[in-house]
């Protein structure tokens, strides 16, 4: 069995797959702290979790004349950097995707992304010692391999275009700490890539290869998925090279508290509404609504400062709103949420708009309904 020597995982985590396993915690949790708890942080594998030795791990760096390879130990001899950063699945609220129209994938819920702070080495630093100088160099694409290998033997891996590393530069880390604590298995021991600002997709964990090219990663998950489409293009007609690899992802916000179907006191007055907002390409959260009333009126958030600049906002921001009820309000109420960047880039209002067959990039306003006990 591939999967006999999968780690052990938190029970809390509820799993939309097993073989491979895929789960995300309850979504209630992830506003209780800045920083997701690794134990709790959503995990997204697409095939077995590799056993990785690390006295006999090396990290290959590719450059034009020369291959480093560094062990763990040189890893951490090197400068270490920290960065808080979201890692969220393309697919997160893919569910919701589904009531529109049937979509393939996961059927994530609104908590498959984390916040956490990432600890390693910079990509820049490695790439120096390999004779690359990533603001001159004329390749087209950054390419990383992991170790988790399918039953072709062919392994996870993925690419980013070389202009979105010369803007993020310095701040692409190869973590080998997540929240101070060394990588759980689950989220890619010993090494990953955090790319800040950029999809969970090519933050490529159990990292076990980097090198520039002239083409895209060849892998099924860089070719062949995650990537977006109208929502008229559907199984029969679509053609993934004609679309481009998700990279930075949409501005998106969810309610976390109180979870849908809960049943506010009798008599309420007014719910308190929790939940996150984040932007990908570090665009800060500038603003957070919510509604009471499925989206007739609005109310603003207020916004827990997440210590980031507005333009290298890698963190999300956490927020929260005490919304009145209409008096004497009894029965359903509807919740919604809806969060604005720096760019001033707002949420779609419905799914429908934004529905595509792979169910990604849903970023359209988050609706939890709750009730008012008579
Ligand atoms: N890296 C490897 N080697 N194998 C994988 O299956 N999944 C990717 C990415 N990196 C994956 C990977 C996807 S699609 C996501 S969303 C994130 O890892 C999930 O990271 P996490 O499991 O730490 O939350
Ligand atoms: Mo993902």
Redesign the pocket.
């Given at each position: 069995d591939p999967y006999g020597s999968e780690p052990a995982r938190n029970p809390v985590l509820i799993p939309s797959s097993k073989k491979?396993f895929?789960a995300e915690p309850p979504a209630l949790l992830l506003v209780d702290s800045f920083l997701t708890p690794n134990e709790l942080?959503?995990?997204?594998?697409?095939?077995p979790v590799?056993q990785v030795n690390l006295k006999t791990y090396t990290l290959d760096v590719e450059g034009p004349k020369k291959v480093l390879k560094f062990t763990y130990d040189d890893l951490i001899k090197l400068p270490k950097k920290s960065v808080a950063a979201v890692?969220?699945?393309?697919?997160?609220r893919r569910s919701d995707m589904v009531d529109i129209k049937p979509v393939k994938g996961l059927n994530w819920g609104a908590a498959?992304i984390?916040n956490a702070e990432w600890s390693g080495v910079r990509l820049s630093d490695l790439l120096k010692q390999c004779g690359v100088n990533l603001d001159t160099t004329t390749k087209k694409h950054l390419v990383?391999?992991?170790?988790?290998k399918g039953p072709e033997g062919s392994?996870?891996?993925?690419s980013i275009p070389i202009e979105l590393a010369k803007s993020l530069k310095d701040e692409i880390i190869l973590a080998y700490e997540?929240n101070g604590k060394q990588i759980p298995r689950?989220?890619?021991y010993p090494v990953?890539v955090i790319i800040p600002g950029v999809?969970?997709?090519?933050?490529?964990?159990?990292?076990n290869k980097i090198y520039l090219s002239d083409e895209e990663s060849e892998c099924h998950?860089q070719r062949r998925d995650?990537k977006g489409f109208n929502s008229s293009i559907d199984w029969h007609n679509v053609d993934f090279d004609s679309s481009v690899a998700i990279m930075q992802l949409p501005v998106v916000s969810a309610i976390c508290d109180p979870p849908a179907g809960t049943e506010l006191e009798e008599g309420s007055e007014d719910v308190t509404v929790r939940g996150y907002a984040w932007s990908g390409g570090g665009r800060g959260i500038i603003r957070v609504d919510v509604s009471a009333d499925g989206g007739k009126t609005w109310h603003t958030a207020e916004l827990q400062p997440n210590g980031q600049t507005p333009y290298r906002a890698w963190a999300w921001t956490l927020w929260e709103a005490t919304v009145p009820l209409p008096e004497g309000h009894v029965g359903p109420v509807e919740l919604v949420c809806k969060a604005v960047d720096v760019s001033y880039n707002v949420q779609p209002d419905g799914v429908e708009g934004v529905w595509n067959l792979r169910g990604v990039l849903n970023n359209a306003w988050h609706r939890v309904t709750v009730t008012v006990p008579p």
């Open positions: 491979p895929n942080f959503y995990v997204r594998n697409h095939l590799p890692v969220q699945c393309a697919g997160n498959a984390g990383f391999e992991g170790m988790d392994v996870y891996g993925a997540m689950d989220h890619g990953r999809v969970g997709a090519r933050q490529v964990k159990w990292l998950w995650y």
